[in-house]
Structures are given as structure tokens and as C-alpha cells.
């Protein structure tokens, strides 16, 4: 059995080394293969551990930094100044090939710049994208990018985009995926400069299995396994959606909370039903994925839980037993040569 | 008593006069200053007016035109041959002084390129915007705007909306409204320069009280009154909101519904839940208003029913009352007098 290290900036997010390192222990017993190594401030590190009773301490290692990135540095102080902070190192070790994916809930901008600048681009690819995999109404997933990474885009990234989203999308689900435009409107005619030209890209591109423009109404209508869009656009859309099913879910546990006898019958027959909508809530997943990169990098929640950090140090894992990059890669070089034909 | 005239564009929408028709005959019971004038074919009009038993038939006149816009008519063509279709002449109405509002179902693109030609645009707007209150978790109202009339626009014209925005939520609150921008982040280093340019107008204009960046997931939390984006964003932002809650909705139905038993325990115990999450869906209201002209224009959904259509005329009715381009013109040159100084 391969060995699968994953490099987890453990100073990142709202909570830090608190959760970061539950989370990690906790992970280990998941995958059998997996080795996690903690990047931060050791004399932090070492007794959060240390409370943790035994764990299998072949498997979890400190790599010591003194600094750590602020969630409001701005992303040129950060490449200015990062040498010594937990997230540059945990991007270093992805580098050096010593871990093979990289897991940080810090500073978004910042982990973009960084592993940019550390880990390089696929060739072909201009930006990397943020994505992430929703539920959909019937079970199914859809895999939505870019998700905040870049804020403005030309027509040529966000036809990237859909190759990346499209790559992805097929390691999951073992056929050619349906990729979709986000728009305003379904007809040919709506839409601004930027969705038109990536939609002609995309309709002369047999490779690409593209159905056209999607609205944001129907994106958990199981319609579209890739749906694709700016990341401005993109972030708009996944807290809309996050904000009104936590709305919704927080509402309906107050009704069913508002006495004994409401709490007791719910339980009974609807308990069901409020985990399928936690389910369907977009809010559930963490970890998404910086696409368009030589190397993994997991991108979690600022404000994840412990259970958060382990859908996100899974979703590192899985990406590298799948090769994501080198898939992304293939799939970039057949659609390069088509568009050169 | 002041009569209120609103031109309806009988034919515009999914259902065309099958609905219109009984909706406007019910809207002038609630108002009994109302007068409607349908627009549209009177050979399709009238049967319809006649099926509907009583009704009051000096408040009620039919304007008859032979042509309609269509959903997938370019905007472009639209303005070439405009003439004779109910859109253009319930605008017309509203232009020559006959009605004071118009209410249409039909193709936004066209709707707001015509009553931009017609009616003109106020001075210092340089762009119509569409807007619309959506319900907060508290039961109080967000403006949200523009939700799709301009798909791209410049921080001058976000600025306008939100000068716009301000005098609209004032008249509904009587207290200065706190506005802000939808952005990926709240810190100012955050989003794409749109918003960080407007947002530097916006500081410096003592007349409209900003209070900053907010994010999607804010955007019911009652934490600002009016929110202000681009028309793709917006358009977005409001679509991926409804599809979220429709889907809760469902579900919450099939499973109260999955037996007798449960239906009847969901009537006795949950019917204000799920009244209060249809009240909260962001999808119940009907009647967008097109801010900046110099005529009260409102945009019904096109898949609007019946109760929809006639919350779009009570949106004309209210608008007409509270004489909103007046009190848009008024803020703008408080503003505009602001800025030169």
C-alpha cells in the first residue's frame, strides 16, 4: 500500500490548531495509507497532541513554523512576505514532493497566489479555479467552479474552466459530463460578453460534452454536472444558496424544537427529513479543490468544524489516489490539439 | 378621490390572458381608485372579460393592439418593430399621460429598451435597473438591485442603483436605509474593482448612509436594506436563492404528505412553519420595479399566476402613490449637488 501524505496548514482557519488537529488524528483512522503532517507553531501544536491520548505517532509529524498569513493580508504583502508561515510551508512540502496534496482553510487569496507560485500552472491553463461538488435534488452531484479564486475572467479561463471542471467531473462519475454556462437566461441571446464567446468555444469543441446556458434556479435540478462561471458570479452563488438552506433549516428546527411534544413527534417522522435537507444543503461539504495546478491543493471553510477538516483532508486524499492533475493535463492536451485541427 | 390608471400588457407572460384578464378584474376590489386598461387583442380580450360574470366595466377598457413581442425576440429587433405590439403601447400609455404606471410579463430585454426609448431616462441615470424587495428572516425587506436589466455595468452606474435604491427603500421605511454592495468578502481588499470603486464613491457621499461590502449569505439576515450589483450578478444571486427554497419546499411537502397521518399531524402542528418558510421564499413576490425612468414601469415574472400578477399591479398602485420617480429625482440631485461640492 502507497503511502498518501497530506500537509495540513494547521494555524489556518477561524479555530486553528484547536480543531486542525482532531482533525488530523481523527482522519488517520479513515485511511490506513495516510500520513498527515501538521504545519505550525510546535509549542501550539505539540500539546493540543498531546491531549489527545494515544494516536499512531508514526503517522502524524510537526513541521515547525513561526508565522502564520492573516485572512486580511492582502494577497501581494503575503508573497512578499510568506517565507516562515504554516501555509507556504505546507505548499512547500507539496513542492518538494514530500507530501503529495496540501489541505489550508487560511486566507483564500493568499493559498491562490502562493500555490500559483509554488506549485505553477498546467501548461495551457492561465488561472486556477476554485471548485467544489453540491448535492442535487435526486442525490446526484454538481460541480460548480470558479468559486471565488478569480473575480474576473476572460472568455478563454472560463473555457479552461470547463476543461478542468470537466476532467474532474468524469473521475467521478465514469462517463463524458454534461457542462453548462451559469447565465441569465437559457436563449442564445442573453447573457454578456464573457458566457457568449465561452459558449462558442465550447459548441465547436466535440470533446467537451457542452449543453448550452443554465440558470441558477436550476442548478440543484440535476441538469448539469459541470456548471461554469466567474468566480465573483461563482461565490455569489454558492452563499446565496448556503445562506437561504441554513434560513430554512434553522427555521424548521425552531418549529420542531418549540415544545416537548412538537420535539418528540418530530423525531419520530420527521427526522428524515431534516437530514435530507441537511444533505441538500450546499453548506455540508468542505474542501474545495484549486483546480489548474501541478499539485493538490485543498482549499477548507475558514470557519470548518472538525468534521469539515476531515471531508477536506478525504477529498485530498481521493484527489491523488485519482491523479487530478495529470487527468486535468490529459484532458487540456486532447482539446488543445482539437482546437489546433 | 385621484383616479390611478395602470396599463396591463394583457399578452405578456407564459399564461397571457387566461390570467391577466381575472387578475385585473380582482386588483380593482382592492383598490377602488384603480382603473386598468388591458392591452392586447380585444378578439381574445373580450371573451375572456366576458366568462368573468360582473364586473366593473367603467373601470375596466381595453386597448386594442394586433401584435405581440416575443420571449426570444432580440432587444435589437424589438426596437425596430415595436409598433402595434401590447408591450410598446402600455408603455405609450404611461408616456402620453394616460395611465401612470404599466405592468408587463414580457421579454425583460425588450421591456426595458423600449420604456427606456419611450419614457426616457431620469437626468444623471445612465442605466434603468431592475429591483425588488425579498423577505428577511425578521419579516423586514431587502432591495435588491439591479436583478438582470443590465448585464454589465460600470461603478458609475452601480452608484446610480445605489442612489436609487435609497430613495425607494426610504419611502417604504421613513428612515435613511442602510445600503451596501454584494461582495466575495467584507474586507475592502476583497472583490473585483466594480465594487471597490463604487464603494469609494459611496464613502464619500454623506446623503446615502453605506455601510460597506456584505456577502450572499447576509443578504436575508436584515443587515443592510439595500444591496446593490451588477444584473448578471443580481440575477444570479435571486435565482440560486429561489431554487434553494422551492427545493426545501418540495420536500418539506412530499414528506408531510407521505401519509394520512402525517398530513394530519403537519396541518395541526407545522402549517405556520411552512407558511412562514413560503413567506421567507424569495420567489413569492411578484412586480420588479424598472428604476430611473421617468414613468412607473413594472416587471412581472414571466410564469407569474394570478395572485402574482395582481401583486405586480398593488406594486404599480403603491409606486404611483408614493410618486417614486419624483423621489428618485430628488435624492439624485441632493447627491449630484453633493458630489460637485
Redesign the interface.
Known amino acids: 500500500m502507497r503511502t498518501i501524505t497530506v500537509a495540513l496548514d494547521a494555524m489556518g482557519g477561524d479555530f486553528g490548531p484547536h480543531i486542525t488537529v482532531p482533525a488530523a488524528v481523527q482522519a488517520l483512522s479513515i485511511f490506513p495509507e495516510l500520513k498527515v503532517i501538521l504545519v505550525g507553531d510546535e509549542s501550539v501544536l505539540i500539546p493540543h497532541l498531546s491531549t489527545l491520548g494515544s494516536y499512531p505517532n508514526d503517522r502524524i509529524h510537526i513541521e515547525h513554523t513561526d508565522r502564520v498569513i492573516a ?2 493580508d ?2 501581494s504583502s503575503v508573497m512578499r512576505r510568506s517565507a516562515g508561515t504554516s501555509m507556504r510551508r505546507a505548499i512547500d512540502l507539496v513542492e518538494e514532493q514530500t507530501a503529495q496534496a496540501c489541505v489550508s482553510g487560511g486566507n483564500t ?1 493568499a493559498l491562490m497566489g502562493l500555490s500559483r507560485y509554488r506549485l505553477k500552472l498546467l501548461p495551457g491553463i492561465e488561472r486556477p479555479a476554485l471548485v467544489s461538488a453540491l448535492p442535487t ?1 435526486n442525490g446526484e452531484k454538481v460541480w460548480l467552479l470558479d468559486l ?1 479564486a478569480n ?2 475572467v476572460n472568455a478563454n479561463t472560463l473555457f479552461q474552466f470547463a476543461v478542468m471542471g470537466s476532467a474532474l467531473a468524469e473521475e467521478h462519475l465514469h462517463r463524458s459530463p454534461r457542462v453548462a454556462i ?1 447565465n ?1 437566461g437559457e ?1 442564445d ?1 442573453k ?3 464573457l458566457v457568449k464567446d465561452c459558449a462558442e468555444m465550447l459548441q465547436k469543441t466535440e470533446s467537451i460534452n457542452y449543453i448550452g446556458f443554465i ?7 440535476d441538469e448539469a454536472d459541470v456548471v461554469v ?1 466567474d ?3 461563482g ?14 433549516l ?3 428546527k425552531h ?1 420542531m424544537l418549540a415544545s416537548k ?2 420535539a418528540w ?1 418530530s423525531k419520530i ?2 427526522s ?2 431534516f437530514s ?2 441537511k444533505q ?1 444543503n ?1 453548506d455540508q461539504y468542505n474542501g474545495a479543490s484549486l483546480l489548474g495546478l501541478r499539485g493538490i491543493v485543498i482549499k477548507s471553510h475558514g470557519s470548518a468544524d472538525k468534521t469539515a477538516i476531515i471531508n477536506a483532508i478525504i477529498e485530498a486524499v481521493h484527489e491523488v489516489k485519482r491523479q487530478v492533475p495529470s487527468r486535468i493535463s490529459d484532458r487540456l492536451e486532447t482539446v488543445l490539439l482539437e482546437r489546433q485541427n
Chains 1, 2 share one sequence.
Request: aromatic share 8%.
Open positions: 485572512d486580511t492582502k494577497p487569496g435534488r471565488g473575480v474576473s451559469l441569465v436563449e441571446i447573457g454578456n460578453d440558470e441558477a434556479d436550476q442548478l440543484l435540478q462561471c468566480g465573483f458570479v461565490n455569489v452563488c454558492l452563499k446565496a444558496s448556503e445562506g437561504v438552506a441554513n434560513l430554512f434553522d427555521r424548521l418549529h411534544f412538537r413527534i417522522i420527521f428524515e427529513l435530507e435537507l441538500l450546499p
